[in-house]
């Protein structure tokens, strides 16, 4: 992986000072980073590291992340509906809904 893939954005801000507890582990609550569950770390040739947060992705779902197509029109979509640009549909799917019991 380039450094490019890695920083997606080049400037980074002092957040907070961390000490490692007595097993050597780090915690990032303290710091003010989100909840996330997973990172990728990278490790420079100074000893500086990165922590790239990861999300988690059903393995049902990871085909999309993987066909840039169809990511591509899922985006396109998305944007659309945000942008109120709607096309109706040609069945009126009101007929599928339960109603609340």
Do not use: C
Request: proline share 2%; no cysteine.
């Amino acid at each position: 992986m380039t450094k490019q893939d890695l920083l997606k954005d080049n400037h980074f801000e002092e957040v907070s000072e961390a000490r490692m507890d007595s097993k050597n582990r780090i915690t990032l609550a303290r710091t003010g980073a989100v909840k996330v569950f997973s990172f990728r770390v990278y490790k420079n040739s100074l000893g500086q590291y990165i922590l790239d947060p990861q999300a988690t992705v059903p393995a049902h779902e990871a085909w999309l992340f993987k066909n840039q197509e169809a990511k591509e029109a899922v985006q396109k979509g998305l944007k659309d509906a945000k942008n109120k640009r709607l096309v109706k549909g040609d069945e009126d799917y009101a007929q599928y809904l339960k109603e609340s019991a």
